[in-house]
Nanobody
Framework: QVLLVESGGGSVQAGGSLRLSCAIS????????MAWFRQAPGKEREGVAE???????AYAASVKGRFTISLDNAKNTLYLQMNSLKPEDTAMYYC??????????????????WGQGTQVTVSS
């Protein structure tokens, strides 16, 4: 079974940094795409950042230049480094994985497996 487990969330003041981690197990595909999504109460789920097996990345305009997605294959862990955090970054953050194939980046329907989420709260 595919299992994604997020960690690293917490509370931080505006301007601070956090690094989220997603531990991956049971994923046997040789090609893949992985991403971070977030969802705040009452809002739609939003794609934040994506990376695929080739190394191509995509970022939401709202986080470009502040967030960095990376994958450590040796540790089977996906990361999201978040710098210069803003109150509007407050949300539940989810790790997602899917089989590689063409689709628009940062779209939830392109991913097959999801973690339970980790909460990020940024205070002003």
């Amino acid at each position: 079974q595919v299992l994604l487990v997020e960690s690293g969330g917490g509370s931080v003041q505006a301007g601070g940094s956090l690094r989220l981690s997603c531990a991956i197990s049971g994923y046997t595909y040789s090609t893949y795409r992985m991403a971070w999504f977030r969802q705040a109460p009452g809002k739609e789920r939003e794609g934040v950042a994506e990376v695929n097996y080739i190394g191509s990345t995509a970022y939401a305009a709202s986080v470009k230049g502040r967030f960095t997605i990376s994958l450590d294959n040796a540790k089977n862990t996906l990361y999201l480094q978040m710098n210069s955090l803003k109150p509007e970054d407050t949300a539940m953050y989810y790790c997602a994985a899917g089989r590689s194939g063409w689709s628009l980046p940062l779209v939830a329907s392109g991913f097959d497996y999801w973690g339970q989420g980790t909460q990020v709260t940024v205070s002003s």
